[in-house]
């Protein structure tokens, strides 16, 4: 192996980059069916003809401006690391969008080849798309692809090896008008004599000067030739030139794309069909909510036999494991703490798998996007940026990798906002929270009662966005156009997966993080309080008030008492800060009294918890202090304590007022007692 080439996938947002990436490099990014699923960059390697290539995955851009943080990434990574090939992905299905990124990069001069992207859905459409015609007209090759399918991957990577022999391109001019190209002379000129701007595509630079591009502006300042640089630009107005840039690129398009490609306007009725009937302005919002409730519906009901039949399984491990252990505290550390612990934990699995089926099912079909579509125009009325709703639909699964893909905001008030109240988006590790309450105390309607708590985190940060942009966070807002992806049929095998991926991480959790969580919890139940004569981890310590852990609770519990939660749930609590699931493995520990082997829901129900007190530990569980790894992404997202400390106190100041409202309103009125 002599060679290395380094490839960069770019391309518009949603057109198969990530599934192109893994066909090549057989790695397993995640793979959505919307905007901005990919916002930081991956890379992969493979070898291909004993030329090892290395590949990188790049957040989608429709422009190479510098209007969002993605934007930027991508367009710096490509003039700066300059990668040997530029490979961008292109939707066969929506050329003329795509094709303008392709102007863009064809100035830049980079190497370029195309992967015309989703061939299978423009022929089914009927599209007919003359490949070599594109070719001839762009100068570039143009390989045909399927990437869901891995189509067409080795002509791909064949013409990647070929393009890399070449010599080097020429920043492939489009000629402007005159005023336009006086300017970019100029410009050219004194970059091409200054050392600091050899590194850089003049051309394209000069272009991005003219347009005042911020980014750019600031790169350039940091040459000393700047003052000559300010006075060119002082004579033209930027936003005019941009838009007339934008408008002969388009042109350009148009024109070529007439040649090359006729379009099946009429069979795109059936898509638009159902878009009419899913985005009305009615119906739209109500669609959504049944979806949303079918889906907890069914991952409650159909969880359930099987979480029971796991349930049936750890209490056997348990007191198997409690009989075969003769040493009593040892006995009691592996069967009511580990295995109770996990165990409480794992009997959820099935319901995670279930509901990251539902919802890999809605993101897949392209649902998901038509629901970020409807909630833009409640999101523009509370003067939030439409596209916050795509990063808070992606919480549902965790808040971590939603907080990322704010990236995507271009205006930094409403990415701000949107990472304060992504938290209350209920991610999956709560629910095994909800399952456990609600499965307990709410029976036939826990699908329901799992439901409301989902749409009251919808409802929490919809409203404490308004809140806080009309308050601490106020400014302007841009206007946004959403791009709608075509539907396809969700393949049953890409959502087993993505269940799959979904229930390993689960698992993984419970083997590690939680497990370390239970054992100290369990730890501290066992341990004697200071002052007390009885022995480590005997009866009357265990799990008592007498134990360490008894103690401390004891100590947090005023602070909770008004909602109805005793000392154990105070402790499960403060544990659940370092993953929400631990809430339950705790009170999976520290309720699992001894002798009777009991599951924790049966415990609960026998009196140890109220259904109002349970309805209200919901509700505290879904807005109080996210866990650590959304704490750290805040943190990080921000790059503020304080705006990280904001969202901890505003949201555990929340949690404690409903959970109270519900304690205290239902205890007066006798509800669920
Ligand atoms: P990215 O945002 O550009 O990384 O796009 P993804 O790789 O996440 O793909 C977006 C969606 O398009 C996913 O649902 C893919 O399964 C689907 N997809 C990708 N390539 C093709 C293709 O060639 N044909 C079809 N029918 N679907 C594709
Ligand atoms: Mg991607």
């Not at 807002?477 to 997966?497: H, N, R």
Request: glycine share 8%; net charge negative.
């Amino acid at each position: 192996m002599t060679e290395k080439i380094n490839v960069a996938l770019a391309g518009n947002p949603n057109v198969g980059k990530t599934s192109l990436f893994n066909a090549i490099t057989g790695s397993k990014q995640h793979v959505g069916n919307w905007p901005g699923v990919t916002v930081e960059r991956k890379m992969g390697k493979r070898v291909y003809n004993g030329i090892e290539m290395e590949i990188e995955d790049l957040p989608g851009t429709y422009s190479l401006t510098a209007y969002s943080l993605d934007e930027i990434v991508a367009r710096d990574f490509i003039i700066e690391e300059k990668p040997d090939i530029v490979v961008q992905v292109i939707d066969a299905t929506n050329l003329e969008r795509n094709l303008y990124l392709t102007t863009q990069l064809m100035e830049l001069g980079v190497k370029l080849v195309i992967a015309l992207n989703m061939t299978d859905l423009a022929l089914a459409k009927g599209d007919i798309i003359d490949v070599k015609k594109i070719q001839e007209y762009l100068e570039v090759p143009v390989i045909s692809t399927v990437g869901s399918r891995g189509g067409g991957i080795d002509d791909l990577l064949n013409a990647i090896t070929e393009e890399f022999g070449k010599a080097q391109v020429a920043e492939s001019a489009f000629i402007y008008e005159d005023e336009i190209e006086n300017g970019i002379d100029e410009l050219t000129t004194i970059l091409e004599n200054d050392p600091y701007f050899t590194h850089y595509p003049t051309r394209w630079f000069s272009m991005k000067l003219l347009e005042s591009d911020e980014n750019i502006v600031k790169k350039a300042q940091s040459s000393s030739n700047y003052p000559q640089i300010e006075q060119v630009l002082s004579r033209f107005d930027a936003e005019h030139l941009e838009t007339k840039i934008a408008g002969q690129r388009y042109k350009t398009i148009q024109t070529m794309l007439k040649q090359v490609c006729k379009v099946n306007a009429s069979h795109l009725s059936g898509s638009d069909m159902v878009d009419r009937v899913v985005t009305n302005k009615y119906l739209g919002i109500p669609i959504f909510l049944s979806f949303m409730w079918l889906a907890f519906e069914i991952t409650f009901t159909f969880g359930t036999p099987f979480m029971n039949m796991i349930d049936v399984f750890f209490g056997w491990l348990a007191e198997a494991a409690a009989n075969a252990i003769p040493v009593p505290w040892l006995a009691s550390l592996v069967g009511e703490g580990m295995i109770a612990g996990v165990g409480s934990v794992i009997i959820f699995l099935p319901n995670i798998l279930l509901l990251f089926f539902m919802l890999s099912l809605m993101e897949d079909s392209g649902y998901m996007s038509r629901a970020a579509f409807i909630m833009d125009k409640v999101m523009s009325k509370i003067g939030l940026h439409g596209k916050s709703f795509i990063p808070l639909i992606m919480g549902f699964g965790c808040n971590v990798p939603a907080i990322m893909a704010t990236r995507t905001i271009e205006n930094s008030r409403d990415r701000l906002v949107t990472i304060l109240v992504a938290p209350f988006i209920s991610c999956g590790a709560r629910l095994p929270v909800y399952v456990l309450l609600a499965g307990t105390f709410f029976g036939r309607d826990a699908g329901l009662v799992i439901f409301g708590l989902y749409a009251l985190g919808i409802l929490v940060a919809l409203l404490s966005a308004k809140l806080m942009r009309s308050t601490v966070v106020k400014g302007e807002d841009t206007p946004f156009i959403m791009e709608l992806p075509s539907y396809k049929l969700p393949t049953l095998k890409g959502s087993a997966i993505h269940m799959w991926e979904r229930g390993k991480v689960y698992l993984k959790k419970a083997g590690t993080i939680i497990l370390i969580g239970v054992v100290a919890v369990w730890l501290l139940a066992a341990i004697p309080a200071p002052g007390s004569s009885a022995a480590f981890a005997s009866e009357e310590v265990y799990g008592t008030t007498e134990s360490l852990i008894g103690v401390i609770g004891q100590l947090i519990e005023p602070l909770v008492a008004p909602l109805g939660f005793d000392w154990r749930v105070a402790v499960a609590l403060v544990f659940g800060v370092v993953a929400k699931e631990i809430v339950v493995g705790s009170m999976g520990v520290l309720y699992g009294t001894g002798e009777n082997e009991e599951s924790l829901s049966a415990v609960l129900a026998a009196g140890a918890m109220t259904p109002l007190v349970g309805l209200g530990l919901m509700v505290f569980t879904l807005l109080y202090v996210p866990c650590f790894a959304c704490i750290g992404v805040i943190k990080r997202e921000t790059g503020s304590w304080k705006w990280t400390m904001f969202q901890l106190v505003y949201g555990t100041g929340l949690a404690w007022i409903f959970a109270f409202a519900v304690y205290q309103i239902g205890s007066r009125m006798g509800l669920l007692a």
